[in-house]
């Protein structure tokens, strides 16, 4: 052991000639390793990012589901409301209460002009109800009721016109 260390023979000093020395390695490395490191932290930053950007996606999702949710159940809550506003008896209803009464039968004009039925003006009894016995003579003195079908209504004031619509329903 009195040789120094760096000085080999036969097959090892072979096999030092073939792999560099560790000087110029380290150096060579350094900036390679801090590239490695430089990507993975910046893969690992991106994916937190991203990973937070999926968790917002996720909250408006969720809360745009809970507002469809309540929108629906609301339109489905204003459809029944319109569908019992416009079934038959609260039409009639509704109508009675504006002082409509039922037009009766109706009539129809052919293609010559020829009336088809018999006219009438609205509240007026059909002919089936206009063949109702006359009341009897002691109960002249008593008011006549009203038609079940008629509704009295108040008379337009004098001086005013009254309220009509130019077309029906507006």
């Given at each position: 052991?009195?040789?120094?260390?760096?000085?080999?023979?036969?097959?090892?000093?072979?096999?030092?000639?073939?792999?560099?020395?560790?000087?110029?390695?380290?150096?060579?490395?350094?900036?390679?390793?801090?590239?490695?490191v430089a990507?993975?932290?910046?893969?690992?930053?991106?994916l937190l990012?991203?990973?937070?950007?999926?968790?917002?996606?996720?909250?408006?999702?969720?809360?745009?589901?809970?507002?469809?949710?309540?929108?629906?159940?609301?339109?489905?809550?204003?459809?029944?409301?319109?569908?019992?506003?416009?079934?038959?008896?609260?039409?009639?209803?509704?109508?009675?209460?504006?002082?409509?009464?039922?037009?009766?039968?109706?009539?129809?004009?052919?293609?010559?002009?020829?009336?088809?039925?018999?006219?009438?003006?609205?509240?007026?009894?059909?002919?089936?109800?206009?063949?109702?016995?006359?009341?009897?003579?002691?109960?002249?003195?008593?008011?006549?009721?009203?038609?079940?079908?008629?509704?009295?209504?108040?008379?337009?004031?004098?001086?005013?016109?009254?309220?009509?619509?130019?077309?029906?329903?507006?």
């Amino acid at each position: 052991m009195s040789k120094p260390a760096t000085q080999l023979r036969g097959t090892a000093a072979r096999l030092g000639r073939l792999m560099p020395s560790q000087g110029a390695n380290s150096a060579a490395r350094t900036p390679f390793v801090l590239l490695v490191v430089a990507l993975l932290g910046g893969g690992l930053i991106t994916l937190l990012v991203l990973n937070s950007a999926l968790n917002e996606g996720s909250f408006k999702l969720s809360e745009y589901r809970r507002q469809t949710t309540e929108l629906t159940d609301e339109q489905q809550a204003l459809q029944r409301d319109v569908d019992d506003l416009s079934a038959p008896d609260a039409l009639s209803r509704r109508a009675g209460d504006l002082g409509m009464v039922p037009g009766g039968n109706p009539v129809f004009l052919g293609p010559d002009g020829t009336v088809k039925g018999v006219p009438g003006t609205a509240g007026d009894p059909s002919p089936a109800e206009a063949a109702e016995p006359a009341p009897l003579p002691g109960a002249a003195s008593q008011a006549p009721a009203p038609h079940p079908r008629q509704r009295h209504t108040p008379a337009p004031q004098p001086g005013r016109p009254a309220k009509t619509s130019p077309t029906p329903g507006r």
